[in-house]
């Protein structure tokens, strides 16, 4: 182990595992830090000042804070393709053996950056809107230049190849969730806990603490980690206590629901290691519904704006403190603290005391007389009084402090300029309380004078705590916390009283001053830059400027600016950039607005919110009892909703697999001259039983069901109350109250919740049940002139054709198993579907494929099924209609009980003005002049194909095909009037410029008279 | 996402069990054939759309299969009641902190407890 290669580590303090080393690599250099740093203080004990380059203007850029607020150190890691992540924060991460990252930004490199050239020669070439501005014009380049800018400015990069990892789902409840594992967090999951509740205290850092970590306050006289170490120690042996350290409350979602993003295995290794042969999962997603939920989720720390405030070197005072006491590295040798309240002055004692130069503290307020500032005093510490750091001086690493008196109200600097020569500058502006859970909500956060801050407004059932909500003194915020989680369980009708909280050492601090924007000697507009949000390159010039050109609103300026656009979301930008829209345009804070969050808090990897829920895993696939037999045969398979059907059945010809048009002409040949088979398992079925069940039907469909007689099928039209068609299918007549419904495989479950939904909340007196018995019946539709003679073989049901006839049902056996035989046809030839339970259906398909060999029994799929129903017109509800056709636009009005008693659904609305014009868009066929041609789905039709765009347009193609009985493409199409258009021709124009011609005709193609089902 | 209690299943479900099916409340004309076609329009197509208290229209859709209302803030998106189909609601936007319980004789709700509970929208 050596020290020399550490330059800033210290050589005691901190919480580091000084006997583990640990190597990584940074942009291709090997470093070493150790177990228990995160991968920003390894970096820094290692003094690396630069880690990337700004996204607009490519300035180098340095490690600014320490936790999830960081808005420079984002880095690439992976040291493989597949183990790619891309903007982590060098915050957050925690280190481990042979970790490999790189910058998020800089091509080629960080240190010699091809865009630094733009951005410093065009920086001032770059205002807000730069990129709208410049780049859009002409709209179609803009996707050229976007790939050359996203190049040059970087924003991490996806894996090009499959992650190897798993990630987890995990649904929890509990009676109160504690975000925050800090002071306040704490008190709060100790005092539920001992009243007997069920808590989940969850914390997105490495270790449980919080602030207390890197404290320079004593409880109960004793370090205060040692009393975090205490309370954790007790919480993990409750075992109503779920602890989550390395876990993010990414968002509020409604009712309590908060999802928890645990990384188990991130500060591991590039990917989950093998337990027991298996790899855990990388991280896991708690889906938590929590009965109240506590926040605890502390404050951020705001830099003040100041010139180069960017610059490496430049960071917020909590930081430097934090890297230091928790760490054990100190960023730097000299250092110029500027500040505006007391709190802040821990950072130059600690520095102090790590041994390293203190050049002194800037401090906004004129008297500061604190007890931190009175200790800081005593030790000699240099106090420079009514002042602030104007501008940092330095290139890639800070090298002086630009310092002068300053009025804050009226934003002018007093008095003259003084350089400090040093390598560190930090700067406290206040503390905003983390209130982004609180904002998920929809509770608008509220500006408080006293704190300097937005505090959190509170839906019912959640409560904030300590800094969250503004009480950052330490004894407070453990005695809020406590407070808070017995309100909290006082709400579930659980009584807890508040734990003792240990004694804190009260620190007297004198009063803050509001200070964000540090007046310069120039106007902004001049100043050096002036980093507000420092990952979007906004600086307080651009908000300046934005609100100069009109934008008022602070989400305009957000807009415009993009300021809190980046993976930080402006948790340290955003006050700032109020503030200073606030002074631009004479207003208060809480005059411009309020600032709200949307979830998530911090970037969730796309993983953990996917779970399982991936590749064969990510829809469930349905398949029929008889797909196992038309995977063997060489089907090729269409997604129909979830089912899995057979699309066509390619054959082997002359050693070569036929195309589908080859296999579909086949297929469709066969039909019509011999016979096929088909599976239609798919088709919803619903169990229908009551007494008052035919009436039900006739109230559901436009057509009469009143004579439906025992042993009878009948096609049904189905419409929503508006007229339109929404379903159609047969329906047959199992016995006096009970019938058997059919319905598009498609629409099943619509129309399902359709016939409860009438049944439950209007005809609740109709004594009829409904049963989806899609799954329990496999049906084989066996079409074509020799149909007959097939199922004859194996059945004993009389199929003589005066005794069971079209639209007739039997019971009975085929291939000895019980059997429900319908005589029905959507292909237009003689048909039988046969329905037996799913179980035995291969059987019986197997058994019709033996006797049906002499037949050649052809077994067809979906693309031969839809040409041979519309060469006979029969519509498919869903294709042929869309929600806006009526039955009477399909010219069914044969399926119309206009005379029904009862007023179906749909009826009343037949005779709206709308739904009776004469010139709506009507069910036809069209046939192209050229029989070659096969119209598109979807062509727009027109009278006259020369006429300019826009077209007047007369309806559209919704089905076409090639027919190999027709020899000729054919098509069904809606037009407007267009049963009066019968012969016309009109014309299909195409986007390469040629138009077909059309005539059109009936939708019945074949067998118009219906003679061929009925033999 | 949602925490709804069933009122026919009396238990807290996580929301993506149900569907939405729109605004409650809304019954078909006794007598279509008499409505005229501004009422029948008004009837079809026609639907409040308050920030604020709303009565909606729910179905356990793979739970119980039953419908339901709920009575929910779509500015807050808390939910102050379920109720079974035929009950009335005991918050509307007339009464929005509830109806008394003497004027509850009609209203159907389980028991105080449930009455409670539902106020608070969500319980674990």
Request: net charge negative; with cysteine.
């Amino acid at each position: 182990m050596s020290q020399s290669n550490q330059p800033n580590r210290l050589r005691q303090g901190g919480r580091i595992d000084r006997a583990r080393t640990l190597g990584f690599t940074f942009n291709g250099k090997r470093y070493q830090g150790h177990a228990g740093d995160t991968l920003a203080s390894a970096l820094l004990a290692n003094g690396v000042d630069v880690v990337n380059r700004s996204f607009k203007y490519s300035r180098p850029r340095g490690i600014v804070a320490a936790g999830a607020e960081e808005p420079n150190a984002l880095v690439q890691l992976g040291s493989t393709e597949a183990a790619q992540v891309p903007n982590v924060r060098a915050t957050q991460q925690a280190l481990f053996e042979g970790l490999t990252a790189q910058s998020t930004n800089g091509w080629p490199n960080v240190q010699r950056d091809v865009m630094s050239l733009v951005g410093k020669l065009g920086g001032r070439f770059m205002p807000p809107g730069f990129y709208y501005k410049t780049f859009m014009a002409p709209a179609s380049m803009w996707m050229t230049y976007e790939k050359v800018i996203r190049k040059g400015a970087g924003l991490g990069r996806s894996p090009m190849e499959n992650d190897p990892d798993s990630y987890d789902h995990l649904n929890q409840h509990c009676d109160l969730l504690v975000v925050g594992a800090g002071p306040a967090g704490l008190a709060a999951a100790l005092t539920a806990a001992r009243a007997g509740a069920r808590v989940i205290l969850c914390d997105e850092q490495e270790e449980m603490g919080g602030s207390l970590l890197a404290s320079r306050e004593r409880l109960d006289d004793q370090p205060a980690a040692e009393w975090a170490e205490r309370v954790i120690d007790e919480l993990a042996e409750n075992d109503k206590v779920t602890l989550l350290p390395r876990t993010t409350a990414n968002g509020y979602h409604d009712h309590h629901f908060v999802t928890l993003h645990e990384r188990r295995t991130e500060h591991l290794g590039e990917t989950a290691p093998r337990v027991d042969g298996h790899r855990s999962s990388r991280s896991r997603m708690h889906r938590v519904r929590a009965g109240q939920v506590l926040l605890a989720t502390g404050a951020h720390e705001r830099p003040l704006v100041y010139g180069n405030n960017d610059v490496p070197g430049n960071l917020v005072a909590g930081a430097v403190s934090t890297y230091i006491r928790r760490y054990g590295v100190v960023p730097g040798n000299k250092l110029v603290l500027s500040v505006s309240n007391d709190h802040a002055y821990r950072a130059a004692l600690d520095w102090d005391e790590a041994g390293r130069e203190v050049v002194a503290i800037v401090d906004a307020r004129r008297h500061p007389d604190g007890e931190l500032v009175e200790q800081a005093r005593a030790r000699g510490i240099r106090i420079i009084e009514g002042s602030a750091v104007l501008e940092a001086k330095g290139d890639k690493r800070v090298s002086g402090a630009r310092v002068a008196t300053i009025d804050a109200a009226a934003f002018k600097v007093t008095g003259q300029a003084e350089l400090l020569e040093c390598d560190t500058i930090a700067s406290s502006g206040g503390y905003s309380p983390v209130i982004h859970l609180a904002s998920h909500t929809g509770a608008r956060p509220t500006w408080d004078e006293e704190i300097l801050g937005f505090v959190p407004s509170l839906v019912r059932g959640v409560h904030a705590a300590g800094s969250a909500r503004g009480v950052h003194d330490l004894a407070e915020g453990l005695a809020d916390g406590a407070a808070k989680a017995s309100e909290a369980l006082a709400a579930l009708g659980k009584s807890a009283s508040a734990i003792e909280p240990p004694r804190a050492e009260t620190i007297r601090e004198g009063e803050a001053c509001a200070l964000y924007q540090v007046p310069h000697e120039k106007p902004t507009l001049r100043a050096p830059k002036q980093f507000v949000d420092m990952q979007n390159d906004v600086t307080a010039a651009a908000i300046e400027l934005a609100t100069r050109e009109g934008f008022e609103s602070i989400e305009h300026v957000k807009r415009y600016t993009a300021m809190g656009f980046g993976t930080d979301q402006g948790k340290l930008g955003n006050i700032n950039g109020m503030a200073i829209a606030a002074r631009c345009l004479g207003r208060s804070i809480p005059e411009v607005g309020t600032t709200v969050f949307r979830p998530n808090y911090t970037p969730v990897t796309f993983g953990a919110i996917v779970g399982r829920h991936c590749r064969e895993l990510f829809d469930p696939e349905r398949y029929t009892a008889l797909h196992q037999w038309h995977v063997e045969n060489g089907a090729e398979f269409e997604d129909v909703g979830q089912w899995k059907r057979p699309w066509y059945f390619p054959r082997k010809v002359n050693g070569k697999l036929e195309t589908m048009d080859e296999a579909v002409a086949r297929e469709s040949l066969a039909v019509r001259s011999g016979v096929g088979i088909l599976d239609a398992s798919t088709l919803g079925k619903i169990d229908i039983q009551g007494p008052d069940a035919r009436e039900f039907l006739g109230r559901v469909y436009t057509n009469k069901w009143a004579k439906l007689a025992p042993g009878r099928v009948r096609y049904g039209l189905m419409c929503k109350d508006d007229g339109m068609l929404m379903d159609d299918g047969t329906t047959s007549c199992l016995g006096e109250n009970h019938f058997l419904m059919t319905t598009t495989t498609g629409g099943a479950a619509g129309v399902m919740e359709w016939l409860e939904l009438w049944h439950q909340t209007e005809w609740p007196e109709l004594q009829v049940t409904f049963t989806s018995v899609t799954d329990h019946w496999a049906t084989m539709t066996v079409t074509g002139p020799d149909a007959r003679k097939l199922l004859s073989e194996i059945t004993d049901i009389d199929l003589d054709r005066e005794q069971f006839k079209f639209m007739d049902w039997r019971n009975g056996k085929v291939a000895d198993v019980p059997a429900r035989v319908f005589r029905i046809s959507f292909t237009g030839e003689l048909a039988y579907e046969i329905n037996v339970q799913a179980n035995y259906a291969m059987h019986v398909w197997k058994t019709l494929f033996e006797h049906g060999k002499k037949y050649d029994l052809t077994p067809y799929g979906t693309e031969t099924m839809h040409v041979l129903r519309a060469e006979k017109g029969l519509i498919i509800a869903g294709q042929d209609t869309d929600g806006s056709v009526t039955p009477e636009d399909l010219g069914m009005f044969w399926a119309i009980g206009y005379d029904k008693p009862f007023s179906w659904i749909g009826k009343r609305a037949l005779t709206r003005p709308d739904t009776a014009r004469k010139d709506r868009k009507q069910f036809v066929g069209l046939k192209p002049v050229d029989p070659k041609v096969v119209l598109e789905e979807g062509a727009h039709i027109v009278v006259d194909k020369d006429q300019p765009i826009p077209m007047d347009m007369l309806g559209h193609v919704t089905s076409s095909y090639y027919s190999p009985n027709l020899e000729s493409g054919f098509a069904l199409a809606v037009i407007k009037g267009g049963r009066d258009r019968m012969g016309e021709k009109l014309h299909v124009p195409m986007p390469d410029g040629q138009a077909h011609e059309v005539e059109v005709v009936s939708p019945v193609f074949i067998d118009p008279k219906g003679e061929r089902q009925h033999v | 996402m949602f925490y709804i209690h069933c009122p026919y299943c009396d238990e807290y479900r996580d929301e993506e069990e149900f569907h939405p099916k729109g605004q409650a409340h809304i019954a078909r004309p006794e007598d279509p054939e008499t409505c005229s076609d501004e009422e029948w329009g008004d009837y079809l197509f026609f639907r409040d759309n308050p920030r604020g208290i709303h009565h909606e229209l729910w179905v356990h859709a793979i739970g119980c299969r039953k419908f339901f209302n709920i009575t929910r803030n779509s500015a807050s998106y808390e939910i102050l009641e379920t109720y079974r189909m035929g009950e009335r609601p005991r918050f509307s936007a007339e009464h929005p902190q509830g109806e008394s319980a003497e004027h509850g004789a009609a209203v159907n709700v389980a028991d105080e407890a449930g009455r409670v509970a539902d106020q608070e929208g969500v319980r674990a």
